[in-house]
T-cell receptor, first 114, second 112 residues
Framework: GDSVTQTEGPVTLSEGTSLTVNCSYETKQYPTLFWYVQYPGEGPQLLFKVPKANEKGSNRGFEATYNKEATSFHLQKASVQESDSAVYYCALSDRGSALGRLHFGAGTQLIVIP | EAAVTQSPRNKVTVTGGNVTLSCRQTNSHNYMYWYRQDTGHGLRLIHYSYGAGNLQIGDVPDGYKATRTTQEDFFLLLELASPSQTSLYFC???????????FGPGTRLLVL
């Protein structure tokens, strides 16, 4: 079945350093890929999504490229800020089922130290 | 942007107790979902629905029932709560299957 595997957290970085959160997926379909972010005390919210292979998504300085050959969708940011401290979820859609749903990774907690 | 509200925001019950968690969305979305969130497991899908009266089983349905009474309202029922159901519960909705889901603020449930 469909699944998503991402970097195990927590990931602790100093402000101004670069971030990479790895995300790999398994599916027999042609999914849309998502990154969600969850700030403390809130529900997850969409960071960005990419519906097509070989395209890049971005938002708030974060970016990821849909790599169909490598089945990867790694999240990157060149310079993190303390306000980026949150949990990040990679997810893929499942258009193969009649109803559709998202499959989420286990989440990666990012802690940014000022 | 979709508005999803959940109530209560916090709930404490005892083992064997009866709990109902409520979710309402006001953007006329067809699809609604219930997740639980636990450390080390991320978001796990309990039940979901594509319309009033419809119910689909998710990945971790044991011990949970759900009911979609209207397009706006989706309820999660724990009829004999157990400590293993202590968790943070999120409701979400989406307009299209397998597309962006909008999450509520969550309900924190403690089963003693």
């Amino acid at each position: 079945g469909d699944s998503v595997t991402q970097t195990e957290g927590p990931v602790t970085l100093s402000e101004g350093t670069s971030l990479t959160v790895n995300c790999s997926y398994e599916t027999k379909q042609y999914p849309t890929l998502f990154w969600y972010v969850q700030y403390p005390g809130e529900g997850p919210q969409l960071l960005f999504k990419v519906p097509k292979a070989n395209e890049k998504g971005s938002n708030r300085g974060f970016e990821a490229t849909y790599n169909k050959e490598a089945t990867s969708f790694h999240l990157q940011k060149a310079s993190v800020q303390e306000s980026d401290s949150a949990v990040y979820y990679c997810a893929l859609s499942d258009r193969g089922s009649a109803l559709g749903r998202l499959h989420f990774g286990a989440g990666t907690q990012l802690i940014v130290i000022p | 942007e979709a508005a999803v509200t959940q109530s209560p925001r916090n709930k404490v019950t005892v083992t064997g107790g009866n709990v109902t968690l409520s979710c309402r969305q006001t953007n006329s979305h067809n699809y609604m979902y219930w997740y639980r969130q636990d450390t080390g497991h991320g978001l796990r899908l309990i039940h979901y629905s594509y319309g009033a009266g419809n119910l689909q089983i998710g990945d971790v349905p044991d011990g949970y029932k759900a009911t979609r009474t209207t397009q706006e309202d989706f309820f999660l029922l724990l009829e004999l709560a157990s400590p293993s159901q202590t968790s943070l519960y999120f409701c979400a909705s989406s307009d299209d299957r397998a597309d962006t889901q909008y999450f509520g603020p969550g309900t924190r449930l403690l089963v003693l």
